[in-house]
């Protein structure tokens, strides 16, 4: 997963925290998440979403995660900046590649990533690589935990291979071109779920 180039990181951080706000507020109407939940976001960005999320939820755990390290040092001062200093207990700032998570099994019940996915690949239409990302964010997600997601890419290619890993859609929104869900996966009793369907 490469890093980003100057273009795409100034295009990405410049309305983060509008995205982090409609993202955020999304999930707090539709999505249910756990009091006390482990978090996992992959491809933090500059942090916006993770210190809002934090602020709003005060999980037990969120570990802000990036392949690049400018990234990574700007959600370090993001974070900074919005809690005078101190990050509250249980949030980390980590770089990961979400092609190979540093995470054991089952280590987190919400796992966060928003237009990252599709940068798993060597080209953003190349869905080769994908999957692997999806395996890794199934193995690292606890039984009945939550993949929430936005993409603009592959959107009926990743909808289906959560079909057909037993994932349920909790809830999903088309805004423009780009598609938030979020998919349940099953707990360990469960019967795999049906296809979804869902527009492209």
């Known amino acids: 997963m490469p890093e980003m180039n100057r273009f795409a990181r100034f295009f990405v951080n410049r309305s983060a925290a509008r995205r982090a706000k409609g993202r955020y507020r999304w999930i ?22 993770c210190a809002r999320f934090v602020a709003g939820y005060r999980p037990a755990r969120y570990v802000a995660t990036d392949v690049d390290p400018f990234q990574l040092d700007e959600a370090n001062r993001t974070l900074r900046r919005r809690f005078s200093g101190n990050f509250p207990p249980g949030v980390g700032v980590e770089k990961a590649d979400m092609l190979a998570l540093p995470f054991p099994e089952r280590s987190f019940d919400v796992v966060l990533t ?10 953003h239409r190349d869905f080769t690589r994908v999957p692997l990302a999806l395996s890794q964010i199934d193995r690292v997600l606890r039984p009945g935990g939550c ?8 959107k009926d290619a990743i909808r289906r291979w959560l079909a057909d890993h037993g994932y349920s859609i909790v809830e999903i929104e088309h805004r423009f071109r780009v ?22």
């Open 179 to 200: 598609e938030s869900v979020a998919a349940r996966k099953p707990s360990a009793s469960s019967e795999p779920a049906k296809p979804v369907a869902g527009p492209g």
């Open 114 to 123: 928003f237009v990252a996915l599709h940068h798993a690949g060597p080209a």
């Open 28 to 49: 707090r109407e539709h999505v249910p998440v756990p009091e006390g939940a482990a978090c996992l976001e992959i491809g933090c960005g500059n942090g916006e979403f």
């Open 147 to 154: 993949l929430i997601y936005a993409e603009i890419l592959h």
